[in-house]
Nanobody
């Protein structure tokens, strides 16, 4: 089992950057695929990015490709989401998740953090 805690959210102007962090507890962090999802008010939770246990396989949603970068450090039990060129439509609660398969569906991830709010003003 793994516990996840996100941080780094906040308010930023359009075109700005934020770096989200997700700290994991537990000795098995390196065995998990890690993902980032987001949920805007009134919308379903959607996939943002995912990274394999080794970092060798990465997948992004088309909406963030070229602007967001996911990375991880297994020695630090941490995964990051660097978000550049932010847009108002990126406004959402961002969630970190851990799972066994590199997928884009919510159901593929067993463990979730509490989320961190990202607000992008126009």
């Amino acid at each position: 089992q793994v516990q996840l805690v996100e941080s780094g959210g906040g308010l930023v102007q359009a075109g700005g950057s934020l770096r989200l962090s997700c700290a994991a507890s537990g000795r098995t962090f390196s065995s998990y695929v890690m993902g980032w999802f987001r949920q805007a008010p009134g919308k379903e939770r959607e996939f943002v990015a995912a990274i394999s246990w080794s970092g060798g396989n990465i997948h992004y949603a088309d909406s963030v490709k070229g602007r967001f970068t996911i990375s991880r450090d297994n020695a630090k039990n941490t995964v990051w989401l660097q978000m550049n060129s932010l847009k108002p439509e990126d406004t959402a609660v961002y969630y970190c998740a851990a799972g066994s398969f590199l997928g884009t569906r919510v159901q593929q991830y067993a463990y979730w953090g509490q989320g961190t709010q990202v607000t992008v003003s126009s």
